[in-house]
Every structure is written in structure tokens, then in C-alpha cells.
């Protein structure tokens, strides 16, 4: 199975059909699947899934009602294509600004991660919140294997560009230390937008203040006073 609609470079390993959809071979089918995946997004960003109808999603994708039960079992599917939505524009940013052949140092590389998950995860809140909010425990599988797939292809980037620069890290243990700064920064933007949890300590900051401090602290505890 492709690991969002057909035409993304990582791949989840398909281990029998999914439980809430066919998967869509022709090309027609994974346009359509896209179509309802930004409805489904746009709507979650509107208004409670609860009161959301699948008709509503159907006709601002330009899918019929019936062609979307023909894909899907339910109407929880619209939290799986919010969830797919999210992944694949994330994926697709992440790509286009922290390349393979990136030649930038360590700080350089965070900058451009971080900077990608905070205005992703700001784009995708309110979709993310429900998906998390109203997924049951039979869904639970496939988010988590999805999220594995995105952090293998993310995170794997990631350690091979700071790898680069093992030499320059003031840690006994650096490619231990490596895997603790993806972490902290995924972690820290990760929390800091969804869940809003600087407020509990109490820190203010705008997504360019947010993408500062998490850039220079996994910036300092790579370096440390190098830095």
C-alpha cells in the first residue's frame, strides 16, 4: 500500500487491506480519496466531527454519497483522510525544504525541520485533535503505523544529515545524542501546538518564537558551548 494516495516516496509495507477503506488502485479512485481527505480536513477544521455529515464531505470533494461508501465502511473514515491529509502535506514540505542533499550545519538542518512541523501542525490542529479525540481502538493500528512510516522517513533523514557532524557534538555518546535532539524537537513542537502545553508553565510565544527556542536548545545540547 502507497503510503498516502498512490504517489508518495515512502511506502508502508501492506499487511492485509485496510480495515476502513478499499485500497484505491486507478488513478480516478486516489484523486477522489484526495478530494475527500482536504473536505474532510477543512470541515474537522470548522466544526466537531460529531456534527459532521458524510454527505457534506462528499459534496465539496464532488464525490457522490454513494461512491464514498463504496470506498469506505463508515464515516470514521473521515478521520483517517484527515489523518492521511496531514502526512502527506507534511511529507510533501518536509521534502521540498530538508532534501537529501542538504549542506547545512546541524542548527541549519533543526531550523528547517522545526520550522516545517510547527506550521504543519498549526495548518492540521483542529484535524489532528479530533482524529486523536474520536479515532476508536480498532483505528488505533493503522494511525500508529502511518506515524511510524512518516517518523521512519522523517527522522531517518534527519539523523543522516546531523550524522555529518557526529565530531562536533560535545556528548559521549553522539549518535545517542542525536536521536535525543530529533526527540526533543519533534516532541516540544509536537505539544507546544497541539496541546498547547507552554501555557502551563506560563511561556508565550509565536510560531517563529517557538521554532527559536526549540532550534537553539537541541542546538546547545548537541554543541554545547560551541554554540
Known sequence: MRFVFGDMNTTLKKNGAPSWR?????????????????????LLSERPYPEIRVEEVAQRAGVSVGGF????????ALLHLADLDFMETCLEAFDIEVPDDLEEAPDGVLRRFVTVMVQQFRIHRQPILQAMRHADED???????RAMAFNSHVHGRLRRLLGRSLASFDHTNPTQAVNMAIFFASSAARDAVLRGSLAAYPVTLND????????????????????
Open 22 to 42: 478499499k485500497v484505491a488502485l486507478q488513478r480516478r479512485s486516489r484523486d477522489s480519496e484526495r478530494a475527500l481527505a482536504r473536505a474532510a480536513r477543512d
Open 69 to 76: 461508501y463504496g470506498r469506505f465502511r463508515s464515516k470514521a
Open 139 to 145: 483505528a488505533a493500528a493503522a494511525f500508529r503505523e
Open 208 to 227: 517563529d518564537e517557538l521554532t527559536d527556542e526549540i532550534v537553539l536548545a537541541a542546538t546547545r545540547y548537541l554543541l554545547g558551548d560551541s554554540s
